[in-house]
């Protein structure tokens, strides 16, 4: 198979993954500070391997980037808390949602890292996420469970949109799975010293599902982007993306039993469109750019 169609397969895959973890913030009876911690742990061994089998080190270039690697891990942390918060209360679909306004986000807030402004297709797009966001929020009080997972939600996408864009410039020049091996270990050590005594005393199957979490749904789909990246263009990565909400809608369906109103699935349909429309609309601009 060539190494085109490999890559797309791998990359598809990932993707797939990536969007079966919001499963588990439903079948895993932690806290999302314990499911985080645990997924970190098991996500930074799994990582520190693949890089210590790429015989790539963990050692960073220069000085200062062990305070970005702290400060991304940092960033990381509190987002995948909100993100896992944020489906155990509005459940898996909203939750997911909700998280992935981060590229119309990250559009708004690339003009404060990066020499870029705002066109008006940019704001048209921000009203279709905030119209997408209105038809699933059932009233304006953080007493309503739904309401506050799609809070939580949207604040798990602007720290992920904040991490990206800190990524991109500031640390970009390694690879991924390094990259996410020091984050995840970040993560666990400044989680550890909020965990409780629920994650301490978690039986075997417990253990088990963080095991998947943090490697199959989380290590190797990482591992796999940035082997992919090597044989496709960012623009077929972000497309593909795209996708993932569609995907842990369809699990939270099938495998949970959920089932999202029309007001869910169209709002959720407004979203996805609009981050489609930026991911192709910011590579555009990228093209014309580097032509």
Not at 20 to 25: A, E
Not at 189 to 216: E, K, Q, Y
Request: glycine share 8%.
């Amino acid at each position: 198979m060539e190494p085109v169609k490999k890559s797309l397969i791998s990359l598809h895959i990932a993707v797939i993954l990536l969007g079966g973890t919001g499963l588990f913030s439903n079948i895993i009876p932690l806290s999302a500070t314990d499911i985080t911690l645990g997924r970190s742990l098991f996500a930074c061994v799994a990582l520190c391997c693949v890089v210590f089998i790429g015989k790539e080190g963990l050692a960073l270039e220069r000085r200062r980037d062990y305070s970005i690697a702290i400060g991304l891990g940092l960033l990381m942390a509190v987002h995948w808390i909100t993100y896992f918060a944020s489906m155990q209360h509005a459940g898996v679909s909203v939750g997911m949602i909700a998280m992935f306004t981060f590229p119309v986000i990250t559009v708004l807030l690339e003009p404060f890292f990066e020499r870029t402004r705002l066109v008006w297709q940019d704001v048209l797009s921000t009203l279709v996420v905030v119209l997408g966001i209105v038809l699933i929020v059932p009233e304006i009080s953080l007493k309503n469970d739904i309401t506050l997972g799609v809070g939580l939600g949207i604040a798990s996408a602007v720290l992920y949109a904040i991490r990206n864009l800190s990524h991109r410039k500031y640390f970009s020049h390694y690879s991924g799975a390094k990259a996410m091996a020091w984050q995840t270990l970040v993560i666990a050590l400044c989680i550890l010293p909020f965990s409780g005594a629920s994650l301490l005393h978690a039986d075997m199957n417990v253990w088990l599902l963080l095991l998947a979490l943090g490697t199959f749904f989380t290590a190797l789909p990482h591992a796999m982007v940035a082997s992919s990246l090597a044989h496709l263009r960012a623009k077929t990565f972000s497309l593909i993306a795209c996708m993932q909400p569609f995907y842990g809608v369809a699990f939270a369906i099938v495998l949970l039993n959920e089932s999202p109103g029309w007001n869910t699935l169209i709002g959720g349909l407004l979203v996805t469109s609009a981050s489609i429309y930026e991911t192709v609309n910011t590579h555009k601009s990228v093209a014309s750019k580097k032509s």
